[in-house]
């Protein structure tokens, strides 16, 4: 989707690309040499076999960069296995996948002190454009990766992107990321819960480790994850988009608030290691963090068609009200606390800004949790929006003020799939955007409870449709007219492979609030 410019041989490649992208991973994974014509050989400090063990990805497009990602790690699971060192890196990035037209080339460190990752911005590059970019260390060449730069201001007749959430180990294999790069998307959006942080688990494949809390501990569930081919083939189809929920710390964590209390005194440092360690391992645009915080809301545009407001709705949040961070409970007037807040007082004021400055036809909120109101059997989940009424209704108030007038809100969090319009908690309130919901790459919900959850959500009047029970992804082709939303979801999770179908299909028009199928 959307122009690819500047690359005559574009068409062949992509399906060579995107045709052998698993195998090209797997085979890098395992070392094998292959050809680097164009890329020179430098001295480097000795290092083992294998450091490309993790992949590329790249992130964060702007018309003319893009941010380019590795980490050296020839044994991941047992804290890299890297040299004490500083290492330099090559990096190339070319207009075609055989890297007979170079465009950009250069050399950096991967720096110990960083897990041996490296976040390179490749500038210079053609605005809407696809190009191939890879590393080398020594004789050791990457896999390639395949990325693009966002058009310009004022271009972009059309995008497809996907979003996702919620990958844990134990509850299931990565099964829908192997049909991801069939589907030639030009992003991903990645909503949060990339790694969970929990024990060993029971499920179908269990973790490397007890609980993670330090920093060494929550790099090597970063390197079980991405040692993942099914995850490592999306990641070099297309740049992503990236943020974070509550599992790449500790499940319902609230700022600096753990969920056990008994917890408080060590957490500090602990957010301060798992957000180190998120940042070592994602192709993000940002200084890496200097202390336990890290910011991350930011936005991406995509010419005058869509602009991504990327939200972070962990950091910065009041904790859960009522006395509990469980997922459900009945409303107290603790809730309805006017100073509560979900996203902090400058990250609300920067949305604000960002939504009035906004060039695009289509506004999209990426977002962690339900954002709509969602009572159900007359409990609320404080996790959610709705424990945080006055934060809603001030975002409500951000929406209205700029004049936005096609938002669109990307969920995830409760592994189920769901469409409706946003609405406030007062009978009869007016949609304010569109959300949809997606389900999980892996995690499961309640079990004992999806009959009962589709049914009573399902019968909240704004809600369009609800499925708990099936994994997978959402594809959105945009164009100036319209979203169209297709729910990609795959028989079972408990095989590597399984058959990918579209659920359902829904259609936001310009200018309206409200999916259709």
Known sequence: ?????????????????????????????????????????????????????????????????????????????????????????????????????????????????????????????????????????????SPVGRTRTAPARGRGASLRFLFASCQNWPAGFFTAWQHAPEEDPDLVVHLGDYIYEGGRGSGVRQHNSDEVRTLDAYRNRYALYKGDPALQAIHATCPWIVTWDDHEVENNYAGLLPENPAEAPAFTARRAAAYQAWWEHQPVRMAPPIDESLRIYRNLVWGNLAKFHVLDSRQYRSDQPCGSSNDFGAPCPERLDPTHTLLGDEQEQWLGRSLTHSPATWDVLANQVVMTSMPVAGLLSFDQWDGYPAARTRLFDSLAAAGTVNPVVITGDIHASGVGDVVDEAPGSPAVATEFVGTSISSGFFTDAVAVAEQLIGALPYVRWVNARKRGYVRCDVTPETLVAQYRLVDTVATPTSPISTERTFTVEAGTIGAHE
């Not at 052998?20 to 890098?28: L, Q």
């Not at 960069?65 to 804290?79: C, K």
């Not at 990035?93 to 041996?116: I, M, Q």
Request: aromatic share 8%.
């Open 1 to 141: 989707m959307g122009e690819r410019v500047g690359l005559s041989s574009w068409e062949g490649s992509r399906r060579t690309f995107i045709g052998g992208a698993a195998s090209v991973v797997a085979a890098a994974a395992l070392g094998t040499p292959r050809a680097a014509a164009g890329i020179r050989r430098t001295t480097n400090p000795q290092v083992p076999a294998g450091v490309f063990s993790l992949g590329v990805a790249s992130g964060d497009p702007h018309p003319d960069s893009v941010v380019l990602w590795t980490r050296l790690a020839p044994d991941p699971l047992n804290g890299g296995g890297m040299p004490e060192v500083n290492v330099p890196v090559q990096y190339e990035v070319a207009e075609d996948d055989a890297f007979s037209r170079v465009v950009r080339s250069g050399l950096v460190r991967a720096r110990p002190k960083y897990a041996h990752s490296v976040h390179v911005v490749a500038g210079g590059l053609a605005p809407d454009a696809w190009y191939w970019y890879r590393f080398r260390v020594g004789d050791q060449l």
